[in-house]
């Protein structure tokens, strides 16, 4: 079952004795992996980049709908990023739930899918009723080359604080964070007109305020206020970070 939507892949409730795994790491994984696997490791058509792993991670590589691990062999899984590649929805989260009680999932949220389409993404993916649903991108999408990706994923995170203020106020807005523990509730190309009619029809105000709550003035201001320190201070003291170590895979 769900247990919250995390405001970040940082935010989670991972113990410190927690052995973790990450499938699909890819080029940018989460520091407190313990194991990271990637399918695909000759080619980038799912990645923006080559694969890389911190100094203090083992790399393996495995196909996430076939994990080389026993029964819950790890106290958290991280899937970030990978599951609307999948060809096996189904079989893939049911091998995270087999290696694992509780884990966390992020994936592009259906309007993040189409402000900046991937062609190597297989599914379009909400959250409703606290489960993930999934439904085949061929049944409802258009053609498109258009890859907006740089602008939304780089250029504005990197150029604009009010794009960083709206991602850190909304953060459901681009993507799905999903926490579990002990099983994930998930519904593949339902039938149910209810779920249906957010992938193929105009979003009314009772819709929208599913996902987006209006919250009032005030709440809006001091949200925004929290949100304009949080992001000044990280860049007054980014500079002074250094980034971890990383190496590359072969």
Request: hydrophobic share 35%; net charge positive; with cysteine.
């Amino acid at each position: 079952m769900k247990t919250k939507n995390p405001k970040s892949r940082f935010d989670l409730n991972i113990k410190r004795s927690d052995k973790v795994l990450e499938v699909g790491g890819g080029h940018n994984p989460h520091y407190r992996s313990n194991i990271v696997v990637d399918k695909f490791i000759d080619s980038n058509y799912h990645r923006h980049s080559d694969i890389k792993v911190l100094k203090n991670q083992q790399f393996m590589q495995a196909d996430g709908e076939n994990l080389p691990f026993k029964e819950n062999d790890f106290e958290y899984v991280i899937c970030n990023q990978v599951l609307e590649h999948v060809e096996d929805p189904a079989k893939f989260l049911n091998e995270q739930m087999r290696v694992s009680k509780r884990g966390y999932i992020e994936v592009p949220s259906l309007i993040g899918e189409y402000l900046f389409p991937k062609k190597s993404h297989k599914w379009l993916i909400l959250e409703l009723d606290n489960k993930l649903v999934l439904v085949d991108k061929e049944k409802f999408w258009f053609k498109t080359k258009l890859d907006l990706g740089f602008l939304f994923l780089t250029y504005l995170p990197k150029t604009s604080i009010a794009y960083k203020i709206l991602m850190d106020t909304k953060p459901n807005f681009m993507t799905i964070r999903y926490e579990w523990k002990d099983s994930i509730d998930y519904v593949i190309n339902p039938d149910n007109p209810e779920y249906l009619k957010y992938f193929n029809g105009y979003w009314n105000e009772e819709m929208v305020q599913q996902f987006f709550p209006h919250k009032g003035n005030f709440s809006e201001l001091v949200s925004f206020t929290k949100s304009f320190l949080k992001i000044l201070f990280q860049q007054l003291c980014g500079k002074y970070l250094l980034e971890p170590v990383k190496k590359f895979i072969p």
